[in-house]
């Protein structure tokens, strides 16, 4: 019994909690039609790029999206993948002040001001980033700050996979 449970254990710890398998997991991004920061336009799913990208929820308020921040620039950098921020439950001119100081590596940010899209996302926290096809299908759901590693070693392989799709 002992063997048994120090097994699950070693299990549960050597997994990558980073990843994670949320219902969303091959489904279309849920429908919306929320502010661009810095905008009088609005965004829907229709204004989403046609091929891969990364969709990052984000907020000023948040300590972990700093060091996350680095990496979402350097993934920018490399342009491999286009890069669409969420700026989740924030104070519009703190997240623009934020982007000023820490540099703006997305294309364009989403407003969700009151966290609704976050809710049908299934977001538990900031930050929080999900991989989504050409098709507009969540992909991956990767929870906590994207680091060099994961981007890397789980998120650039992940695209070659499912830019090779038809």
Known sequence: MFIIFVLLLY????NNSRLVHS???DKAIPDFNLPV?????YANSSNF????????IWASWCVACIKEHQVLNLINSEKKVRLIGINYKDNEDDAIGW???YGNP???NIVDMDGQLGIDLGVYGVPETFLIDKNNIIRAKYIGAISEDIYYNE??????IISDEK
């Open 11 to 14: 299990l549960g710890l050597s």
């Open 155 to 160: 998120i650039l392989p992940t695209i070659e």
């Open 37 to 41: 920061l810095q905008s009088e336009s």
């Open 23 to 25: 219902p969303l997991i």
């Open 106 to 108: 997305y294309e364009y």
């Open 99 to 101: 982007l000023k100081i």
């Open 49 to 56: 790029p046609d091929d891969v990208f990364l969709l990052n």
